[in-house]
């Protein structure tokens, strides 16, 4: 995947396979994090009139130029595993553009994935969570400032169907997105659907299918896992067309889902993906950090919460919330995933049945008669909440995040 900064520099993602005996004697290539690969996954920043490429590290991927000059990324760096498979764990980091300064932006204990930037200058892109949900829709996209504060939904955090959205972007001179709609266990292929958060982020007049030959069931349907489509890698041209690939050959489409020609076509066992045009673009703004000097910052983060209430209705009246349970999701350490539990490999080692995460209850803050709470959490933690009835209260935009030490994070309520 390549991303232009300017005309001469570009970004792009390198797989390398090892096929090493001393690797494969040793269980894998092993790194810091604690656990081994067969395969490197590498960031590489590449001038155009240059053939000598610069890497950056090893397991990140999906990069993407800031306005700032930095560059966003997902890293599996982080010592943690997947719930419900055997596999790494990557998120959302930031570093300069010579790989300097790296900072984690995310708290996600599951992964991450394709980050772009807006013409705002936040990065769009798809986290994947468990928090009370459906174990295949969960999958949405989210926003977030380029210094880590912030995190906003923006589409799909309650759909049902798809399972996820992936590959966004912002579509040139517009606030609707252009993604891929897929399933939760079925590779980054499926349909291409046009987004606009502004008729709702969960509801189904703001999402269309420009390729209604593949049947995406509703935004309501119970399992977003059931359909298959041969389409990806979109990217926006500008306002009238966009390319996408189709089965490997790359195809240039209109809004309306009407191909208007083929660009490069599919060549034997060689597909084409994630096209970028070479070309001059705006450069987004630079957004500036509100993030304290760590100096200053301290351990813990202030919450205020407007309404527990805004948008449970009619589910749950007024008056019945009276506490909030502050809950920290723990990541499941990567060394687990070597150990193979004799149920399933759906079921991690601290669980025999459907539990896939050991939780962290860190106490619980009084809802006063409005609805409204104050609190403070442990800060660079995965925290959500859950209220006295049992349910989870997931306290709008700003919650199960990346509360950062020093910053006040106001929110309207659950999203």
């Given at each position: 995947?390549?991303?232009?900064?300017?005309?001469?520099?570009?970004?792009?993602?390198?797989?390398?396979t090892?096929?090493?005996?001393?690797?494969a004697?040793?269980?894998?290539?092993?790194?810091?994090?604690?656990?081994?690969?067969d395969k490197?996954?590498?960031?590489?920043?590449?001038?155009?009139?240059?053939?000598h490429?610069?890497?950056?590290?090893y397991m990140d991927?999906d990069?993407c130029?800031?306005?700032?000059?930095?560059?966003?990324?997902?890293s599996?760096?982080?010592?943690?595993w997947?719930?419900?498979?055997?596999?790494?764990v990557?998120?959302?980091?930031?570093?300069?553009?010579?790989?300097?300064?790296v900072v984690?932006?995310?708290?996600?204990?599951?992964?991450?994935?394709?980050?772009?930037?807006?013409?705002?200058?936040?990065?769009?892109?798809?986290?994947?969570?468990?928090?009370?949900?459906s174990?295949?829709?969960?999958?949405?996209?989210?926003?977030?400032?380029?210094?880590?504060?912030?995190?906003?939904?923006?589409?799909?955090?309650?759909?049902?169907?798809?399972?996820?959205?992936?590959?966004?972007?912002?579509?040139?001179?517009?606030?609707?997105?252009?993604?891929?709609?897929?399933?939760?266990?079925?590779?980054?292929?499926?349909?291409?659907?046009?987004?606009?958060?502004?008729?709702?982020?969960?509801?189904?007049?703001?999402?269309?299918?420009?390729?209604?030959?593949?049947?995406?069931?509703?935004?309501?349907?119970?399992d977003?896992?059931?359909?298959?489509?041969?389409?990806?890698?979109?990217?926006?041209?500008?306002?009238?067309?966009?390319?996408?690939?189709?089965?490997?050959?790359?195809?240039?489409?209109?809004?309306?889902?009407?191909?208007?020609?083929?660009?490069i076509?599919r060549?034997?066992q060689?597909?084409?993906?994630?096209?970028?045009?070479?070309?001059?673009?705006?450069?987004?703004?630079?957004?500036?950090?509100?993030?304290?000097?760590?100096?200053?910052a301290?351990?813990?983060?202030?919450?205020?919460v407007?309404?527990?209430?805004n948008?449970?209705?009619?589910?749950?009246?007024?008056g019945?919330?009276?506490?909030?349970?502050?809950?920290?999701?723990?990541?499941?350490?990567?060394?687990?995933?070597?150990?193979?539990?004799?149920?399933?490999?759906?079921n991690v080692?601290?669980?025999?049945?459907?539990?896939?995460?050991?939780?962290?209850?860190?106490?619980?803050?009084?809802?006063?008669?409005?609805?409204?709470?104050?609190?403070k959490?442990?800060?660079?933690?995965?925290?959500?909440?859950?209220?006295?009835?049992g349910?989870s209260?997931?306290?709008?935009?700003n919650?199960?995040?990346?509360?950062?030490p020093?910053?006040?994070?106001?929110?309207a309520?659950p999203?």
């Open positions: 995947m390549a991303c232009l900064l300017s005309r001469t520099t570009v970004l792009f993602t390198l797989l390398l090892l096929v090493t005996l001393a690797g004697a040793a269980g894998g290539r092993p790194h810091e994090g604690g656990f081994g690969f490197l996954v590498l960031v590489h920043r590449y001038p155009v009139e240059s053939s490429p610069y890497t950056f590290f991927y990069p130029w800031l306005g700032d000059g930095g560059i966003a990324f997902v599996a760096r982080e010592n943690r997947v719930y419900c498979n055997s596999g790494p990557g998120i959302l980091h930031r570093m300069a553009d010579d790989g300097s300064n984690r932006l995310s708290a996600n204990v599951l992964n991450d994935f394709t980050p772009s930037v807006t013409a705002d200058g936040r990065i769009l892109y798809t986290r994947w969570e468990y928090v009370d949900k174990p295949l829709a969960i999958q949405s996209l989210w926003t977030i400032r380029p210094d880590g504060t912030g995190l906003a939904v923006v589409y799909g955090n309650r759909v049902l169907s798809p399972a996820t959205f992936i590959e966004a972007r912002q579509i040139p001179g517009t606030q609707k997105l252009l993604c891929t709609m897929t399933g939760h266990v079925k590779p980054i292929r499926g349909a291409i659907g046009l987004i606009d958060p502004a008729r709702g982020v969960n509801d189904q007049v703001a999402l269309r299918n420009l390729t209604p030959e593949v049947d995406v069931p509703p935004v309501d349907f119970p977003g896992d059931l359909f298959h489509g041969p389409y990806n890698s979109p990217y926006p041209l500008d306002d009238e067309f966009y390319l996408a690939s189709k089965n490997g050959t790359l195809l240039l489409y209109d809004y309306d889902g009407t191909p208007h020609a083929v660009v076509e060549r034997g060689m597909g084409f993906y994630s096209p970028r045009p070479l070309r001059v673009r705006p450069r987004p703004p630079v957004m500036p950090s509100v993030v304290p000097p760590s100096q200053e301290g351990r813990w983060a202030a919450v205020y407007q309404d527990v209430y948008g449970l209705a009619p589910h749950v009246k007024r019945e919330i009276k506490r909030i349970c502050v809950v920290e999701e723990m990541p499941r350490d990567a060394q687990s995933g070597r150990i193979r539990c004799k149920f399933s490999v759906m080692t601290v669980s025999c049945g459907s539990t896939y995460a050991t939780r962290k209850v860190w106490g619980f803050a009084d809802v006063a008669e409005d609805g409204s709470a104050y609190f959490v442990p800060a660079e933690k995965a925290i959500f909440s859950k209220s006295n009835r349910v209260v997931h306290l709008g935009a919650w199960r995040t990346l509360f950062l020093g910053i006040p994070t106001r929110t309520g999203a």
